[in-house]
């Protein structure tokens, strides 16, 4: 009874194949890095060519890793590139569905593009993977889907409409789908940073990045490392009663926001 609940075994991925959409990102570099510890061999997906790069080093540090450099916006490249994954690996157990993009501007100044553009690849592109996904873990009878959201399903920022509308509706999209895959044995949750420092956050302005830092009862910003712990108990046997929640890892800031 104690060796089943042993950490080792628990948060093992030790055969399991996890896919990462965004996987050329730095919090996609986390996740990763904490899957292939734990075992796990992995498809890194991403539009940006800088994706083959990471697969590189991971397989250079031993890891079972494969690149695939694609649009996630791309209907039909997702879905042949999930089956192709599956049929390649001989399961597809998890899926990170972590691209995603910001658009920054006054909400009077926003264009039918801009909304679309961040609709497209935030929601639409989620929706696509997680779907072609679902179907593949549905005939396993077995399957981890987890979707990046955010703090802003909660708050909200100026200048962020598009991205603050689409990271609200991953929370709704996360509940629905767990719902609607009751029973398969597929589960799917959503996992909400807080302010993390990468290059897609602006920690980069001093004034706004000093706030979060003060008013974080953390006192800092997360850094990616801080969502592999979590992203690995959505991903692990560990993890296996959790389905259609939202996960916030925010070192306290929505505690002292709401």
Not at 155 to 173: F, N
Request: charged letters at 20%.
């Amino acid at each position: 009874m104690l060796d089943d609940l042993h950490p080792a075994k628990l948060f093992s991925l030790k055969g399991k194949v996890a896919l990462i959409t965004g996987g050329a990102g730095g919090i996609a570099d986390a996740i990763a890095n904490a899957f292939a510890a734990a075992g796990a061999r992995l498809v890194l997906v991403d539009r940006s060519a800088a994706v083959a790069k990471r697969a590189e080093t991971l397989r250079g540090a031993g890891v079972d890793a494969a690149s695939l450099e694609l649009d996630v916006t791309d209907e039909a490249a997702v879905r042949a590139a999930v089956d192709g994954a599956a049929q390649r690996c001989g399961s597809l157990d998890i899926v990170v569905n972590n691209a995603a993009i910001i658009v920054r501007k006054p909400f009077l100044e926003l264009t039918q593009d801009d909304w679309r553009r961040v609709m497209d690849i935030n929601v639409t592109a989620c929706f696509t993977v997680a779907q072609a996904a679902a179907r593949v873990m549905v005939g396993q009878k077995s399957g981890r889907i987890i979707n990046l959201g955010s703090i802003m399903n909660q708050v909200s920022r100026p200048m962020l409409a598009p991205y603050t509308t689409s990271k609200g509706a991953i929370g709704a999209m996360t509940r629905a789908m767990a719902a609607d895959l009751a029973g398969t044995g597929v589960t799917i949750s959503a996992l909400a940073p807080g302010y993390t420092a990468t290059e897609f956050s602006m920690a980069s302005n001093k004034q706004f990045h000093d706030f979060v830092a003060d008013w974080t009862p953390a006192r800092r910003w997360g850094r990616p490392e801080d969502l592999a712990g979590p992203a690995l108990l959505l991903a692990s046997q560990a993890g296996a009663y959790i389905n259609g929640q939202i996960l916030y890892v925010d070192g306290g800031f929505l505690a002292v926001t709401k």
